[in-house]
């Protein structure tokens, strides 16, 4: 049974070296890396039985996926603020997402724009959240749509809603 140490890296970054256990696979864990492409080398240091050897590779990662929520208030007057809650939800116990998210209606016209901030993961997972606040929409039934633009790390995402804004209160 070979013995001795094997070492991991992805690119420039070094990912772990672990002692050899007696079953003869060797993995690191806890690292994170963002989307893309790495050389990946994989390099065991040898012992008195066996000589040393290096294997390479191609690490892919691919964006994480995410999910788009949102919230309004329950009535929308013309020309009063309307405020929207979104929620970016990952599949990803790594990064938080970061970048924008759009109010657009169904013409594409982008009414609001606001920067996301969340939370890496770690033991949960990531997510992030923005508020947007927008006064110019006209009276009707409006599709809004809330898009998360996505990042390096993950995808973009978009989640639909009706509105109906209303003439304003006496």
């Known amino acids: 049974t070979p013995t001795g140490t094997v070492s991991f890296q992805a690119g420039n970054d070094n990912l ?13 864990q806890g690292f994170y890396l963002g989307a893309g492409s790495y050389p990946l080398n994989v390099s065991y240091s040898g012992d008195n039985s066996f000589d040393p050897t290096m294997a390479t590779s191609t690490l892919q990662i691919n964006k ?10 329950a009535t929308i007057f013309t020309g009063k603020p309307l405020t929207f809650i979104v929620q970016v939800g990952t599949d990803s116990s790594g990064l938080a997402p970061t970048g924008q998210v759009a109010l657009e209606d169904e013409l594409g ?12 993961g770690g ?10 606040t927008t006064s110019n929409l006209p009276g009707g ?5 809330a898009a998360y633009l996505g ?13 109906n804004v209303t003439g304003r209160p006496y």
Do not use: C, F, Q
């Open 64 to 73: 994480g996926a995410t999910s788009t929520t949102m919230t309004a208030g």
């Open 109 to 120: 016209k982008i009414w609001a724009t606001a920067g996301v901030s969340g939370m890496a």
């Open 16 to 28: 772990g070296k672990v002692t050899l256990p007696p079953s003869g696979v060797a993995w690191v």
């Open 151 to 163: 990042d390096a790390n993950y995808a973009a995402s978009s989640e639909s809603t009706t509105i």
């Open 141 to 145: 039934t409006h599709r809004l749509h």
């Open 123 to 132: 033991s949960t997972l990531a997510y992030a959240s923005a508020t947007i």
